[in-house]
């Protein structure tokens, strides 16, 4: 055999033995490559769905907080008050603490903890991953609704008690409500005329002086409403009716709109056919014009612009009254008369239901916290 063809065959053999590993190392490379695209496609993905969660879960704890804030509508007399709210995507548990009882001259201070769980799916990767969780917190005061009255019958105008051996007007609060007495009768002074047997508060059986009368004078300052706001839209009515309308005189007598306290408002005069239902009405009557409360019983407040009479039967008004409020905005109200066997009593229960619906919660600015500690404090 001759040298060259020796070579030849020799080299055919190494040729047959060098390709298979190259084979397998270019099959170990592009291996690596894709389970490294793989590793790194997995991994984005978990970010992603962890990203997911944790959004989900501080949507969720803030709208348990704001849930609280519109669903908690009287403070609560126990503290911590713990709540677990059920809001799209998941559950927030909402706890209140009172970081600061009130005082004779500070209000209370309380901060409002959400913890929120996204509970919805596809937010974990598998089941053992936790559940993503999130909190916040925010600092908030209650503010309760306030009527300051300053008797039991307040108004404006002149008032004339004439005829009558029974009935009273009396600023003693009821026993058992919070707060203290009141005049039975307050009213510009020079301006009370009649009797004043029927009168009975802090002021004994005399009105109670609060400035000169008519738009110019200074009683017109003297009572804390703002009725030209009431009158433009700030207290929103439940119900509102029409003076004259007959149809609306029996809603007006309907037990069931005054449930739950709700404002009324008469535009127009309140004249001798409107009567409120067996028990009463409640809640805060606004009349803009004249109001003949001879058929009428309330409890709460009554708001009337402008003059007040009494006659005829039993008449009751529970909480205050105030009328000749048209005297703000520049009128002159006639004088108001009281007759028969009327009674105004002074009322600090009926008046604080009336206005609890005007309460509410206050927010501290810039009291906003995601990153508020563990917190145990009673």
């Not at 978990?46 to 989900?56: E, I, R």
């Not at 677990?84 to 209140?96: E, K, R, S």
């Not at 925010?138 to 008797?151: P, S």
């Not at 108001?336 to 919660?361: E, H, P, R």
Request: glycine share 14%; aromatic share 8%.
């Amino acid at each position: 055999m001759s040298t060259s063809s020796s070579v030849n065959a020799w080299r055919r053999g190494s040729r047959r033995g060098f390709a298979l590993p190259m084979v397998i190392l270019v099959t170990l490379v592009l291996t690596i490559t894709v389970g490294a695209g793989l590793l790194l496609t997995a991994a984005d993905h978990s970010a992603g769905t962890d990203h997911d969660a944790h959004l989900k879960a501080y949507t969720v704890a803030q709208t348990g907080l704001e849930r609280y804030f519109t669903d908690v509508t009287a403070l609560p007399t126990t503290f911590p008050d713990a709540r677990t709210i059920a809001v799209p995507g998941g559950t927030a548990q909402v706890t209140l603490y009172r970081m600061r009882a009130a005082s004779v001259t500070d209000s209370a201070i309380y901060v409002l903890s959400s913890v929120g769980k996204a509970t919805g799916r596809g937010l974990r990767r598998s089941a053992m991953t936790p559940v993503a969780e999130r909190s916040v917190t925010q600092f908030a005061t209650w503010q309760d609704g306030v009527f300051d009255a300053d008797a039991a019958y307040t108004s404006l105008a002149a008032v004339n008690i004439k005829n009558g051996a029974s009935g009273s007007v009396n600023g003693f609060n009821v026993s058992g409500c919070p707060g203290g007495d009141v005049a039975g009768l307050a009213l510009p002074d020079g301006t009370f005329t009649g009797k004043n047997n029927f009168i009975s508060g802090t002021n004994g059986d005399t009105p109670l002086g609060i400035g000169t009368p008519g738009p110019a004078g200074t009683a017109k300052d003297s009572v804390g409403i703002d009725w030209a706001g009431i009158l433009a839209g700030s207290l929103a009515p439940d119900y509102g009716f029409n003076a004259g309308n007959n149809a609306h005189k029996q809603v007006f007598k309907d037990a069931i709109i005054y449930a739950n306290w709700p404002v009324v408002k008469i535009n127009g005069n309140l004249d001798g056919g409107w009567r409120t239902p067996t028990g009463g009405g409640r809640g805060v009557l606004i009349v803009t014009g004249d109001a003949d409360l001879s058929n009428v019983e309330w409890r709460g407040i009554a708001l009337v612009g402008g003059a007040t009479s009494f006659s005829g039967g039993s008449v009751n008004v529970f909480g205050a009254l105030i009328s000749g409020l048209n005297v703000q905005l520049g009128q002159t109200v006639t004088e108001s008369t009281m007759n028969g066997n009327l009674s105004v009593q002074y009322n600090s229960c009926d008046i604080a239901q009336a206005v609890l619906k005007f309460g509410g919660w206050r927010r501290y600015t810039n009291s906003w916290s995601d990153n508020w500690p563990t917190y145990t404090v009673q």
